[in-house]
Structure formats: structure tokens, C-alpha cells
């Protein structure tokens, strides 16, 4: 895999500026660093594609799961992504959406997102099988993801 410097500069699929930074939901976060407008895409996380089955075993031996399955076979792991949207948190009320294409995950706003604002997304079902406790602080918080 190639080097990449520890710059600030981007991917090219990595559309708008983004800052990483401790979050109030939970342990890191992506802040919006300039106005992301509505409906056009943030960026993406592109990992490991591996498949469901060892998607499984792997979500089973880390506490902090970064593992999105995009088909009923196929499976990306992100932990040694160096994508910043990895690290975009659960909210019930998110400003982003999630979307698979072609084993990629892509962000989308829902909404026009503010600088320093944080980007949060709906996981939708998660390894986590609604055991884990959400924190999003959302009005209408469904309490676990
Ligand atoms: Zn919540």
C-alpha cells in the first residue's frame, strides 16, 4: 500500500474539508471545516473489501468496529483507512446520509452542514445488534444503536 504523508492534503474523492476532532457523541468526530451545501456528496471511505463471514469474526475481536457491510457477501474494514469520514458517528437525527456503491462508502448532506458542525449519519442496523448505548443527545433518540 502506498505511503501517504501526514499533510492536510485530501483525496480527491474527499469533497468538502473536514477536521477530526473529539466529539460529544462518542470518543472522535468529523466537523464540517467549511459550509457543506445540501444534497452534494462529502466524501468517502474506501478500505478493505473482505468478506461478511470474516467481517464477523473481525467485529468480534475489536471493541471499536469500523466494518460497513455493503452486499450479503461482501464487507469493508476501515481500520487502516486513512479516510477521515471514517470517523463520522451515529446520530437518530443525522445530517448526512450513507451510501454503497461499488464497495465504496459515500456521504451525502441531507441538509445544508455548517462549519464546525459535526457530520453524523443513521448506521442503520450495526454489529452492535442495539446493545450499545447511543449518545447522540438527538430530540427523539432511539437509546441504542
Ligand atoms: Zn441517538
Given at each position: 500500500m502506498a505511503h501517504r504523508p501526514a499533510s492536510r492534503e485530501r483525496a480527491?474523492?474527499?469533497k468538502y474539508a473536514v477536521e477530526v476532532r473529539a466529539s460529544a457523541i462518542d470518543g472522535q468526530g468529523v466537523f464540517a471545516a467549511e459550509p457543506i451545501t445540501a444534497a452534494r456528496k462529502i466524501g468517502e471511505i474506501r478500505g478493505e473489501a473482505i468478506s461478511v463471514t470474516?467481517?464477523?469474526i473481525r467485529a468480534t475481536r475489536h471493541a471499536r468496529v469500523m466494518i460497513v457491510e455493503v452486499s450479503a457477501e461482501r464487507a469493508?474494514?476501515?481500520r487502516r483507512s486513512t479516510d477521515p469520514m471514517r470517523y463520522t458517528n451515529h446520530s437518530c437525527r443525522p445530517n448526512a446520509r450513507l451510501d454503497i456503491r461499488q464497495?465504496?462508502?459515500?456521504f451525502y448532506a441531507l441538509r445544508a452542514i455548517a462549519p464546525g458542525e459535526e457530520i453524523t449519519v443513521n448506521y442503520g442496523p450495526t454489529h452492535h445488534d442495539g446493545k450499545l448505548a447511543c449518545r447522540c443527545g438527538a430530540p427523539g433518540c432511539a437509546g441504542w444503536i
Open positions: 480527491p474523492y474527499q470474516e467481517a464477523r469493508i474494514d476501515f464497495g465504496r462508502v459515500e
